[in-house]
């Protein structure tokens, strides 16, 4: 299969708009070696016509304009009366949850003629009654929603398989849908199943594997099983430290408790990842305020030291 890097910023991009961290002064005036990122998404497809988007940023549209293989062509089927296409190669979005940098692009796909969407019921429920991003999406277009089960196993139909599973978190929702609201007190549960999935994707036809998992509170055994025999492993890479936007004054909240694991430290991913047999261990969904995107920075040669690479927008890897 191929997979392409369409955005490898956690929400917000990089730099943010609002932000004059150290990273994001660099990566304005030049100072140090670094290059902006957009909003996390990855394009997989197991001929290099027929993709399929993990997740929809806001900066969908110029991702999709800085991909050729993405944009629409030739003439294919739906052309009109004068001459002009608007088909396009993306058959599906898969999402890994209902947060708003991985979904508004969904709103910006709203000109074709339908759009198929494979979402958890938990995650669909907030698009749905949280957000309404699904109701207002379904004004504009046909959407058919394909309920995605974590542990099953689901064909793509173009050679591709998936399967979802489980990224627990105790983040609290902010929205209240039919599943409760934490917050309230009204039956919410910060660790419902399916408000948060990783994706483990297969070729049927070669067997390579690739994981999907832009965000992860906790390795957890159940999600280190889902590492197995993977030849990539595309992994939160939020922040590197747990205290890294407190120590910044950028957040009140810990790493952990926006429902990302950490990099550095006891029990961060880099010491959990290292160990492992995975041929690249690829860090994706950065936030800004993380100096691995520095490239002279010592927490990236450290990185690299220990054989983990930093994905950048337009990387492209055939598993």
Same mark, same amino acid.
């Given at each position: 299969m191929w997979v392409r890097v369409l955005g490898s910023a956690a929400g917000g991009g990089y730099p943010q708009w609002n932000c004059d961290c150290p990273a994001c002064r660099a990566v304005r005036d030049g100072s140090r070696p670094t290059h902006s990122r957009t909003q996390s998404s990855i394009a997989v497809s197991p001929d290099y016509r027929h993709w399929f988007l993990l997740n929809a940023s806001p900066d969908i549209h110029a991702q999709i304009e800085s991909f050729p293989a993405l944009r629409p062509g030739g003439g294919a089927d739906g052309g009109c009366d004068d001459g002009v296409s608007r088909a396009v190669p993306v058959r599906a979005v898969l999402l890994t949850d209902a947060e708003l940098d991985h979904t508004l692009g969904l709103l910006l796909l709203r000109e074709g003629r339908g759009l &198929?969407?494979?979402?958890?019921?938990?995650?669909?429920?907030?698009? #749905?009654?949280?957000?309404? /991003? /699904?109701?207002?999406?379904?004004?504009?277009?046909?959407?058919?929603?394909?309920?995605?089960?974590?542990? !099953?196993?689901?064909?793509?139909?173009?050679? $591709?398989?998936?399967?979802?599973?489980?990224?627990?978190?105790?983040?609290?929702? !902010?929205?209240?849908?039919?599943?409760?609201?934490? !917050?309230?007190?009204?039956?919410?549960?910060?660790? &419902? &199943?399916? #408000?948060?999935?990783?994706?483990? /994707?297969?070729?049927?036809?070669?067997?390579?594997? $690739?994981?999907?998992?832009?965000?992860?509170? &906790?390795?957890?055994? @159940?999600?280190?099983? @889902?590492?197995a025999g993977c030849a990539c492993l595309l992994i939160d890479g939020t922040c590197w430290h747990d205290e890294e936007l407190i120590r910044l004054g950028a957040s009140g909240k810990t790493a952990r408790e926006m429902g990302h694991l950490p990099i550095s430290g006891r029990g961060g991913s880099l010491e959990q990842l290292c160990p492992l047999s995975i041929d690249r261990k690829i860090y994706i969904h950065i936030n800004n305020t993380n100096p691995i995107l520095l490239e002279d920075a010592p927490e990236r040669r450290a990185l690299e030291r220990s054989g983990l690479e930093v994905a950048a927008d337009g990387l492209e890897l055939r598993i």
């Open positions: &198929e969407v494979h979402a958890t019921a938990a995650a669909a429920d907030t698009l #749905r009654n949280g957000t309404s /991003l /699904l109701r207002t999406l379904e004004a504009y277009c046909p959407v058919n929603w394909v309920r995605v089960v974590p542990g !099953r196993d689901t064909p793509l139909g173009e050679g $591709l398989s998936y399967r979802a599973f489980d990224a627990p978190t105790t983040k609290r929702p !902010r929205f209240k849908t039919g599943h409760g609201d934490m !917050r309230n007190g009204d039956g919410g549960n910060g660790n &419902e &199943e399916g #408000r948060v999935v990783g994706y483990r /994707l297969t070729d049927v036809h070669t067997g390579g594997v $690739l994981v999907y998992l832009p965000a992860v509170q &906790e390795l957890t055994a @159940q999600v280190r099983r @889902q590492f």
